[in-house]
């Protein structure tokens, strides 16, 4: 079946620093993949999603694509703020006839001051 | 503006008792959902709503129930309450495009 693999648990920068974290998904369709965030405290929200392979995403100063043939999808920002502090789940869209995404089990990202 | 409410935000259960945590959307949406967070294991989901009356099984239903007696409207029933159930469980709602507007969570201890 669908699905997605985060392998950084957990990712702790200062700030200014570069972000990049990855996934991998499997899945056999032509996908839409997310990324989502999620501050303490509140639920998961929606930050990009890329749509075409190889396009780009954009959202608050993140940038998001995917790779169809490695199957890969990463995110990155340039310059980390502390604000920036929160887990990010990598997220594989649905086929429009069950919209049941598959999630990520997500990456923490630490940012000190 | 369109939301997805919890209620209530955090509830102390009994092992064995009935707990109700109920969800309610102003966002048109068709699609509602029920998943749980648990440390470690990110987000798993327990049932879904694509329309009123009817709720289909998610990865993990084994110990819930849910009802959609609305639209706007979604609760998820937990019958007998265990330890095991103890977690944060997230409501959230789709138009079916996979974008998904989720509430604030509702921390449940079962103790």
């Known amino acids: 079946g669908d699905s997605v693999t985060q392998m950084q648990g957990q990712v702790t920068l200062s700030e200014d620093d570069f972000l990049f974290i990855n996934c991998t998904y499997s899945t056999t369709w032509y996908p839409t993949l997310f990324w989502y965030v999620q501050y303490p405290g509140e639920g998961p929200q929606l930050l990009l999603k890329v749509t075409t392979a190889n396009n780009k995403g954009i959202s608050r100063g993140f940038e998001a694509t995917y790779d169809k043939g490695t199957t890969s999808f990463h995110l990155q920002k340039a310059s980390v703020q502390e604000s920036d502090s929160a887990v990010y789940y990598c997220v594989l869209g649905a086929p429009s006839n069950t919209n049941k995404v598959v999630f990520g089990t997500g990456t923490r990202l630490q940012v000190l001051p | 503006e369109a939301a997805v409410t919890q209620s209530p935000r955090s509830k102390v259960a009994v092992t064995g008792g009935k707990v109700t945590l109920s969800c309610h959307q102003t966002n048109n949406h068709d699609y509602m959902y029920w998943y749980r967070q648990d440390t470690g294991h990110g987000l798993r989901l327990i049932h879904y709503?694509?329309?009123?009356?009817?709720?289909e099984k998610g990865d993990i239903p084994d110990g819930y129930k849910a009802s959609r007696p609305s639209q706007e409207n979604f609760s998820l029933i937990l019958e007998l309450a265990s330890l095991s159930q103890t977690a944060v469980y997230f409501c959230?709602?789709?138009?079916?495009?996979?974008?998904?507007?989720f509430g604030s969570g509702t921390r449940l201890l079962v103790i």
């Open positions: 959230a709602s789709s138009s079916g495009n996979s974008d998904y507007t």
């Open positions: 709503s694509y329309v009123a009356d009817s709720t």
